[in-house]
């Protein structure tokens, strides 16, 4: 198969043998591919290093079958984001987070679209932890995981701004204490997520919890790297 | 070779273990060793284990030592109140080549990076907030690689001198010397406009 100016986003970059590199790419019409980009480190490096740095637009060309490809050709697709301090750490994180949960060679053309709105969001600066809060909501729906936050679980009734529940991994929202296990938030936090609109910090900070919770059951027990590499670097997600 | 007929075909894959080496190489340089310069084989294999064995790292700055304290730690004639954070030994020795830089180095030994597993308790964290809450040290060069997982190394680098009050400069990057803006890559230009210069 032959592949040519795809748009695509490099994840994670890992050097491989003496001259080339080992991508992980998110694909917008082929998902996340591995490929290999032969002779591009050293100083007769057939591509700029910079050009292959992840979290830049790119068009990329690659040939093969199987899980590693070649890539043949990568061209920019776009000016390059200046993600700095904690806004990268959190690109990092959704990067670890698109490895570990989009399986190889699965499209997901829509997803991509929203990864490359989330870059720009992020570049801009303030509200990280609610701009991923929202992207692991879209994520898990594009994987199939799609969240309940409107209906209560239990009761099928409209969720209660006021009211306290326990969102479970398997079923969703239910009235708090009813079951065992689950993450508790209020109704208000629920139907932010729901809505996209900014809650209140306390809120906030229980659906970061909700999240890891969810994406915990997705991950297996190892959980994200980034959840302890990036515990301390990063304060803000 | 009654005794163990396979020994020649387990130097050769011993032999792969070095980068860059294949099967075919590898088995050019056993060939070599045996016929033409035992000597050097020998001198290759008492070196390389006595290097295995003895060769730890710093305990002030992780970089290789045979001893407990490297040269440079070790050295007292080396501005104590600078410390040059790089990524790797390397990198260490490219900087000590290169430039005139007589302060002191902490060797992180990778870049935070979560994918590969990389946090700051693999890069010595501990260490290192150590040395900058020791006093001593009022400059603080990050010299992290100009890549994304350098950058954000960067980042909670510069947070860590923050917390102990030290200085945190970082390595300048841009257009290269002797090159023509035309022809250099588009990130590198993008990132030297970003962080141009006041003319004095
Ligand atoms: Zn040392």
């Not at chain 1, 068009?59 to 899980?67: C, D, I, K």
């Not at chain 2, 295995?52 to 440079?72: T, Y």
């Not at chain 2, 290192?128 to 350098?150: D, H, K």
């Amino acid at each position: 198969m032959r592949v040519e100016s795809q748009p695509a986003y490099v994840l994670h970059v890992r050097a491989w043998r003496e001259t080339s590199l080992l991508l992980e790419a998110f694909t917008r019409d082929f998902g996340r591919v591995g490929l290999v980009a032969r002779g591009v480190r050293g100083a007769r490096a057939r591509l700029p290093r910079s050009l292959l740095e992840p979290m830049q637009a790119l068009r990329l060309g690659w040939s093969g079958r199987g899980e590693l490809q070649t890539l043949t050709t990568a061209e920019p697709d776009g000016p390059v984001h200046a993600l700095r301090g904690d806004a990268l750490l959190s690109a990092l994180y959704v990067n670890e987070l698109l490895v570990r949960l989009v399986a190889r060679n699965d499209p997901h053309p829509g997803l991509f679209d929203r990864y490359a709105a989330l870059l720009g969001e992020l570049a801009e600066g303030p509200l990280l932890a609610w701009r991923l809060r929202c992207f692991e909501r879209d994520l898990l729906a594009a994987l199939g995981y799609a969240m309940q936050l409107g209906t209560a679980a239990d009761t099928g009734a409209a969720i209660d701004p006021d009211a306290t529940y326990d969102y479970l991994p398997e079923q969703g929202a239910v009235a708090a204490g009813s079951h065992p296990g689950g993450v508790r938030v209020r109704g208000s936090a629920l139907l932010a997520l729901d809505s996209g609109a900014l809650p209140i910090a306390e809120d906030l900070a229980a659906l970061r919890r909700l999240m890891r919770m969810l994406i915990g059951t997705h991950v297996g027990e190892r959980g994200l790297q980034s959840w302890r590499v990036l515990a301390g670097p990063l304060r803000s997600g | 070779m009654t005794g163990n007929p396979d020994l020649l075909a387990e130097l050769v894959e011993a032999l792969r273990c070095l980068p860059g080496v294949g099967a075919k190489s590898a088995q050019r340089m056993a060939f070599h060793l045996l016929e033409r310069d035992r000597e050097g084989g020998a001198r290759l294999s008492r070196v390389l284990g006595d290097a295995m064995q003895r060769i730890g790292h710093c305990k002030a700055c992780r970089n290789f030592s045979e001893r407990d304290e490297c040269a440079i730690c070790a050295n007292a004639s080396r501005d104590a109140s600078l410390l040059c954070v790089v990524e790797t030994p390397a990198d260490l020795l490219a900087i000590e080549q290169a430039t005139g830089y007589r302060g002191r180095y902490f060797v992180l030994m990778g870049r935070l990076s979560p994918l590969d597993g990389m946090g700051p308790q693999e890069l010595g964290a501990g260490l290192l907030q150590q040395r900058l809450a020791s006093g001593e040290i009022a400059e603080m060069v990050i010299a992290t690689n100009p890549t994304v997982e350098g950058e954000a190394t960067a980042h909670w680098l510069g947070q860590l001198a923050r917390a102990a009050g030290v200085r945190a400069t970082r390595l300048a990057h841009g257009v290269p010397l002797g090159g023509e803006l035309e022809y250099v890559d588009r990130g590198t230009l993008a990132h030297a406009f970003g962080t141009r210069l006041t003319m004095e």
